[in-house]
T-cell receptor, first 114, second 110 residues
Framework: KAGVTQTPRYLIKTRGQQVTLSCSPISGHRSVSWYQQTPGQGLQFLFEYFSETQRNKGNFPGRFSGRQFSNSRSEMNVSTLELGDSALYLC?????????????FGEGSRLTVL | GESVGLHLPTLSVQEGDNSIINCAYSNSASDYFIWYKQESGKGPQFIIDIRSNMDKRQGQRVTVLLNKTVKHLSLQIAATQPGDSAVYFCAENMMGDMRFGAGTRLTVKP
């Protein structure tokens, strides 16, 4: 069974641009959650999607948004990029909502904002 | 101002010894706790979980202990191996709000 796949793995953007990251969950998993990992703040929860609906949202500005498609694939978007958005963005999938079971993480998309 | 990175606690153990990694969580209402292992360049990997109605759970070579009175979680790794070298995170989950600890870097000396 294929694991969680995130694309792109690495990307470089400049301030003010926007970026879209993609996540394909494990087949059969309906929940996808996104996290930001930085040396300064550690791992922080961004949002969780289940059956195309956002279930939970972390404490991030509205520049960070996401969506989930009917095949459970998810995308997150960051608009008007700032230097501080440089981070590893991790996606995780689970069979049901995150409060009920194991999360399977992808290897992340490393974003550098110049 | 200059940003300061998280100071990761570190634990260095000899191969074959037991390791104990500790974590303090913040929300007394959290009902689900998980330990993750993250190797360099990879995403976190699930190790073991425990629900708040339990105080101990054992897996293969790993044991998680939960002390709700002092909001403390620990991960015990038996017979630590070089492949166990990684950063270990605890996470607490309350109604889908997942919060991670800063992590502990475990180094296993051969």
């Amino acid at each position: 069974k294929a694991g969680v796949t995130q694309t792109p793995r690495y990307l470089i953007k400049t301030r003010g641009q926007q970026v879209t990251l993609s996540c394909s969950p494990i087949s059969g998993h309906r929940s996808v959650s996104w996290y930001q990992q930085t040396p300064g703040q550690g791992l922080q929860f961004l949002f969780e999607y289940f059956s195309e609906t956002q279930r939970n949202k972390g404490n991030f500005p509205g520049r960070f948004s996401g969506r989930q498609f009917s095949n459970s694939r998810s995308e997150m978007n960051v608009s008007t990029l700032e230097l501080g958005d440089s981070a590893l963005y991790l996606c995780a999938s689970s069979l049901e909502v995150t409060s009920t079971g194991e999360l399977f993480f992808g290897e992340g998309s490393r974003l550098t904002v110049l | 101002g200059e940003s300061v990175g998280l100071h990761l606690p570190t634990l260095s153990v000899q191969e074959g010894d037991n390791s104990i990694i500790n974590c303090a969580y913040s929300n007394s209402a959290s009902d689900y706790f998980i330990w993750y292992k993250q190797e360099s360049g990879k995403g976190p990997q699930f190790i073991i979980d425990i629900r708040s109605n339990m105080d101990k759970r054992q897996g293969q070579r790993v044991t998680v202990l939960l002390n709700k009175t002092v909001k403390h979680l620990s991960l015990q790794i038996a017979a630590t191996q070089p492949g166990d070298s990684a950063v270990y995170f605890c996470a607490e989950n309350m109604m889908g709000d997942m919060r991670f600890g800063a992590g502990t870097r475990l180094t296993v000396k051969p």
